[in-house]
């Protein structure tokens, strides 16, 4: 059985490398051209303590210094050979959470902007928002009121991006609401659905392979199928034999049996579910097992 496993974990990491060549050469070859650059400052309420009026992204910021979050949008792929056809929507989604985070409680969208059913050799997005950070501060705080509750609460600010019907590349960002420091996180996802769907493909090829050879590794031959394939040289006897103890060799396998009484040229006897034949004056026996249910 061990070696059954190694040979099966060799097939299945040759399977996995054979699998991340065929994505690195098709992700070589690719007829796409992308750039990804999301951009976004913050804009400060009148102060005497900042000098400037905006802080620059990727720093910590004091919630209550915060007037309004500019963001930009700034999403290129050109195709090099057919026209894309592609959506895209930017939402902003208010999230209250429970249990330190653990547990989602309520979630508000809201839209701000919808472009369906483009067709273009590329896919030029450029979107501008200045996004009233107090607003969701105060829509937070009336909801916490209204149910005299205390929440553990974010905005996502969301671009996401359908080419040829299914989901695909998104930007989004995460800003805390109600916290007195607040670190806004970006995550940038670029899957291309052409990778995607060839990775699909491969990945149920290999996976079919490995699932075919298991089977023939691990799979333990039916006793029925076996006594039916070589049923010509296998006689039922009605009366018990005699045989003698002294000779005899009680094998655990019945396909040892049927390989003696084969390369013999002999018949094997059967009563009453106890299999042997006899060569050399030596009875060798299989007694099938009986399943008890």
Known sequence: MTKKLIILSII????????KFINKNIQNNNTYQMKNKTYYEIRLKPNKYFSNDTIDANKYYIAASIKSIDIYFDY????????????????ATLKSYADNGTKLIWTKDFNLKNINNLNKKDINIKENFN??????????????KYYNIKAENYLDIKLSIKINGEDNSNVLLTI????????????????????????????????VIVLFISKILFHKENEEDILKAYQDIIITIQNKPNIDSNNTIYLTNLKDL???????????????????TIMDNTYYIYVKQIKRH
């Open 12 to 19: 299945l990491l040759t399977g996995f490398l054979f699998l």
């Open 76 to 91: 290129y792929l050109k195709n090099n050979k057919d026209d894309i056809n592609y959506s895209y929507d930017i939402k």
């Open 131 to 144: 996004l009233d950070y107090e607003y969701y501060v105060n829509y937070v705080k009336s909801f916490e």
């Open 176 to 207: 805390p609401i109600n916290e007195n420091i607040v670190e806004i996180t970006m995550k940038e996802d670029n899957n291309f659905i052409e990778n995607n769907n060839f990775n699909k493909i491969i990945f149920f090829i290999v996976m």
């Open 258 to 276: 049927i390989s003696i009484a084969i390369n013999n040229n002999i018949n094997i006897f059967n009563y009453q579910n106890k299999y042997y």
